[in-house]
């Protein structure tokens, strides 16, 4: 099977509802387990790019975060925020069909510290008790 | 209102089931607009964080993805997915309580370019007509 034409064709039902026409499939064990298009407009969420909704719908059918297994093709280069999606799903390996440059990767990052003992503490909390109740 | 601990209360929540705990608020003229913390493991979902749920709320909730008038307190330091996350979304400024390190930034991004004329035509086609849409 063509996987990359089955990522087309999603992306093919983006252009059809004036969605940026960018679609994926997730491929394990040789079989498609999950497609998806863009669908930013039309859920008015800035995560729903075809690649993290196929991610989400694999997982869940994987009933697992970790894709470790999976292969991802999709219709456009991904963008920082999908790449990082990608990393942190575990995907083995991504195949994607076109390198044209559409994403404005601009504004710049507006963070500050507000320090705040409680909120490092939880944390280490956290890891402790991870710790003790490995030892145990 | 402190914000940072109601982002705090959130966080106590994913620490009482075993999530690593973190939390997070989105303000929007003053008032919290959503409230969400990390549920990885119980959702299987790599992009389960605080901010990205908090994120998915606050978009459902404006029916709005551009975030732009919205301010995000969490209570650690955003990993990278989410400072994407948080970029696309537009949020206006973040603020954090803690900057323990906890992320393993890690595994290298295994991409392959599968030269498609017809993934990169059915973008250009898509960005034509919206040009000419624009015209008209």
Redesign the interface.
């Known amino acids: 099977m063509n996987y ?2 089955e ?2 064709k999603e ?2 039902k983006a ?1 059809e509802i004036d969605e ?3 679609g994926a499939v997730i491929i394990k064990d040789g079989k498609i387990i999950a497609k998806a298009h863009n669908l ?2 039309k ?6 790019h075809a690649e ?1 909704l196929a ?2 719908k694999a ?2 059918k ?6 470790e297994e999976c292969e991802l ?1 999709v ?3 991904p ?3 999908c ?8 995907i ?9 440059s ?1 994403v404005n990767e601009s ?1 710049k ?8 003992g ?3 503490q ?6 402790k008790k991870l710790r003790e109740d490995k030892h145990n």
Request: aromatic share 12%.
């Open positions: 990359m034409s990522a087309l992306a093919k252009y940026v026409p960018v930013k407009e859920k008015q969420l800035a995560t729903a993290i991610i989400e997982s869940k994987m009933k697992n975060w970790r894709l093709f219709t456009l280069k963008c920082k925020m790449r990082q999606v990608i990393k942190e799903a575990r083995k390996h991504v195949y994607y069909g076109s390198e044209e559409i504004t990052e507006n963070y500050t510290y507000i320090e705040s409680e909120c490092s939880i944390l280490k909390d956290f890891f």
